[in-house]
């Protein structure tokens, strides 16, 4: 078990420009989960996957951002003509089951100029 | 709608002392589930406990203890003989059974500081 890892830890990039994240979860969990969290505050859920499908989007997730989980292993979030809202952590859990407890990587703190 | 509350936005207490991290939680759901995370300065939250409402039984893991009361609709979280390794920001999290499968609800956490 080599925990959840995200890639990169940190982002700078300027307004208007495209980022994209990357998560590796626990192998075994089919289960993977995006979050986000500004300072201050708790995290709030942008989406979820059961192995390839996206079943469950926040509206907080708007047409600007997209996730995948090609083949039902590492996701990706990318967000597109970032803004200085989208600045935050952005953070990616994995479990193996509904309601079990989530296992959390170290997240991606994007800052956009 | 759910909604969770930490009502202590930031505590400090010395080395020993024991700490009471307080969750008030509201949800028409009558199925829900409870979970305490931990955010040390790392930033990876780590669980440490999840509760259902059917359950109310309090429950002691090590210095850690939570008691549950649904009359009261709180998740409290006891520290005793707190430890500088505590100090980290502490969040409480509600998931509801019929619109949260696979989503939790987190407060605002309380950040908490034990000083040496």
């Known amino acids: 078990d080599t925990g959840v890892s995200q890639d990169p830890r940190h982002k700078i990039t300027k307004r208007g420009q495209n980022v994209t994240f990357r998560c590796d979860p626990i192998?075994?969990?089919?289960?993977l989960y995006w979050y986000r969290q500004t300072l201050g505050q708790g995290p709030e859920f942008l989406t979820y996957?059961?192995?390839?499908?996206?079943?469950?989007k926040s509206r907080l997730l708007s047409d600007r951002f997209s996730a995948e989980r090609p083949k039902g292993s590492f996701s990706t979030l990318e967000i597109q003509r970032t803004e200085q809202g989208d600045s935050a952590m952005y953070l990616c859990a994995s479990s193996s089951g509904s309601r079990e407890k989530l296992f959390f990587g170290s997240g991606t703190q994007l800052s956009v100029l | 709608a759910q909604k969770v509350t930490q009502a202590q936005t930031e505590i400090s207490v010395v080395e020993k002392e024991d700490v009471t991290l307080d969750c008030v939680y509201e949800?028409?759901?009558?199925?829900?589930?409870l979970f305490w995370y931990k955010q040390p300065p790392s930033g990876e939250l780590v669980f440490l406990i999840r509760r259902n409402s059917f359950d109310e039984q309090n429950e002691i893991s090590g210095r850690y203890s939570w008691n549950f009361q649904k009359s009261t609709s709180s998740f409290n979280f006891t520290i005793t003989a707190s430890q500088v390794v505590d100090s980290a920001v502490y969040f409480c999290a509600l998931s509801e059974f019929q619109t949260g499968a696979n989503n939790l609800f987190f407060g605002t956490g309380t950040r908490l500081t034990v000083i040496p």
């Open positions: 949800t028409r759901d009558t199925t829900y589930y």
């Open positions: 996957f059961q192995n390839e499908a996206q079943l469950e």
């Open positions: 192998s075994e969990h089919n289960r």
